[in-house]
């Protein structure tokens, strides 16, 4: 942390100064009960950032427990939906009001450039907490199912506690993709926040209080994946399971709630391509390209890491996208002019590192090598230069999902080439076509395998259309869209004879 080079805001001084920084259950601010704490650091130079209180299975059995005393009496679940709209309006509003000291947060945590955090990741989560408020206010609870001689309704009720497992990329932007259709429904919620990036989950918890919303209604236990992940997972407390991260995690959680027999929603890994026919204007597409693929220094599920390159402007794009990369300014969170930050962790800066090395070694062309970068002022911090590989479809690179800045460039003749190309990957989050002629892109977009498909665009996500993988990427319905807030209302029929 650099305090005397940077303004930090006073609140945000006072919440890191904690130690700890506490735990949210059941609307009190707590230590874990075997007293644990742990480090969570500053990625832009590797320094402590602040202590937290470190839960395990005990904190987590008492979160289930005190979300499950606010479904059955603290009023949220059956409070008129407007009410409950009302309050998730008011928790919007505070999210703006504080959005300064919510991004200072973000960016420390996760290295994100400031301003990425203030423009996008915050007010993304009042956006959410509005959107699904209002929609659940519009939609029937009771819904008759019309049938020859009974009298018979669909009526959608709150599962009742719904757990969610969260990564640190977009901590705060994901806590309102996740909680806001489960809370707008009436469930009340158990967050386990990835051990990298606490803070700024656990800051919502003061909004969430000052927003009046019922004690136990939300609840926040960090921690670490094997011990706090592992005990939510398998609680026989919970109702409904949302898990965001990689397949290899996804895969336990959903084991464990298949044990309990409890629904689960994996939002998981990817390895996203953009296909580029040769009748667009290549500079502006390769910014974009290179914009994508670099946001959030390249720690996006679904960001354009396989660039395929109609032959015919594959050299000029590829000029122009080194030129552009090399424009990225590396630097820390806070500072103005930052436009990539670090990695999040000394570990992700290897595995960054050591795909490039793997990458090169297997045979891909180096356009642009990557590696490690230095930050004057931050040694210590977790940099990485991005980087542009070349080469065939067989590479480690152009198959796994690395998780960094880095694009793998191919060539293709024509659109079933680069289709074939594209499906050969077992994840299916997102790709983007990129072309003049809408139809062709439009029919390239639909066979490519994955939840979500872009034209002209990468990262795109309106609210109301829904985000989801396939395969490797994950299952259960997604986010995003208006059926998102229909997964966390339990259907039920009810049917009467008529005479
Ligand atoms: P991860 O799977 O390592 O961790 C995710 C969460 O799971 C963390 O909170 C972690 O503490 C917890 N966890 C770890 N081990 C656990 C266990 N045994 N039991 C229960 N919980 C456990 O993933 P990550 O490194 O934090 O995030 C990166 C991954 O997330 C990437 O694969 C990325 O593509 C994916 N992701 C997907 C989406 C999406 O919407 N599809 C969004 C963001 C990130």
């Known amino acids: 942390m650099a305090p005397d080079l940077y303004q930090f805001l006073p609140e945000v ?33 590797g320094s402590p950032l602040a202590r937290v209180a470190e839960g395990q299975a005990e904190d987590i059995d008492r979160a289930v427990r005190a979300a499950r005393e606010a479904f059955t009496r603290s009023g949220w679940a059956t409070m008129p939906v407007k009410e409950r709209a ?11 009001k504080n959005c300064a000291v919510l991004a200072q947060l973000e960016s420390l945590d996760v290295g994100k450039p400031l301003s990425a955090a203030a423009t996008v990741d915050i007010p993304n989560v009042a956006q959410t907490l509005r959107w699904y408020a209002d929609l659940a206010v519009h939609t029937r609870l009771r819904e008759p ?3 020859a001689h009974y009298e018979a309704y669909q009526a959608r ?5 719904a757990a969610f497992i969260l990564p640190w990329n977009f901590p705060m932007l994901l806590v309102g993709w996740n909680l806001a259709p489960a809370l707008a429904a009436g469930n009340t919620v158990v967050v386990k926040p990835a051990e990298d990036t606490p ?27 094997e011990e706090a992940g592992d005990a939510l997972a398998e609680h026989p407390g919970i109702n409904r399971m949302g898990f965001t991260g990689s397949p290899e995690v996804g895969r336990k959680v959903a084991a464990a709630c298949g044990e309990n027999l409890v629904p689960v929603k994996l939002e998981l890994g990817g390895k996203g391509a953009a296909v580029v026919f040769d009748d667009v204007d290549v500079e502006e597409v390769a910014t974009k390209l290179v914009e994508a693929v670099t946001f959030n220094t390249g ?6 890491t396989r660039w395929l390159l109609h032959e015919r402007i594959y050299d000029a794009f590829v000029e122009a996208a080194a030129e552009k990369m090399q424009s990225i300014r590396i630097g820390y969170g806070l500072s103005a002019d930052t436009m990539m930050g670090p990695v999040v962790s000394d570990k992700q800066r290897q595995r960054v590192l050591g795909y490039l090395e793997r990458g090169q070694r297997q045979g891909a062309h180096a356009v642009l090598p990557g590696g490690p970068a230095e930050v004057p002022g931050h040694e210590g911090g977790f940099y990485v230069k991005p980087a542009l590989l070349a080469g065939n479809p067989d590479n480690v690179c152009a198959r796994e999902e690395i998780f960094g800045p880095v694009a793998y460039l191919m060539k293709f003749a024509d659109a079933d080439e680069a289709i074939e190309l594209v499906n050969r990957s077992p994840y299916g989050l997102a790709n983007s076509v990129w072309s003049m002629q809408i139809d062709r892109a439009q029919r390239v977009a639909e066979a490519l395998v994955a939840g979500n498909g872009w034209i002209n665009g990468h990262n795109l996500f309106p609210h109301g259309v829904p985000y989801a993988g396939c395969n490797l990427s994950g299952m259960g319905g997604g986010v995003l869209g208006p059926d998102t807030l229909l997964d966390y209302l339990r259907p039920q029929s009810i049917v009467r004879p008529l005479e």
């Open 13 to 45: 001084h006072a919440f890191l100064s904690q130690s700890p920084v506490r735990m949210f259950i059941g609307g009190r601010w707590v230590e874990a009960v075997n007293g644990g704490t742990f480090e969570t650091l500053d990625p832009g130079d």
């Open 145 to 147: 199912i019309p049938v």
């Open 157 to 161: 009720t709150p599962y009742g506690v």
């Open 199 to 225: 803070l700024s989950t656990l800051y919502f918890c003061k909004l969430v209080e000052q927003a009046g919303i019922p004690a136990g209604v939300v609840n926040v236990v960090p921690g670490f994946g």
């Open 299 to 304: 720690q996006v599920c679904c960001t354009a």
């Open 86 to 96: 009302v309050l998730l309006h008011r928790l919007a509003d505070l999210v703006e």
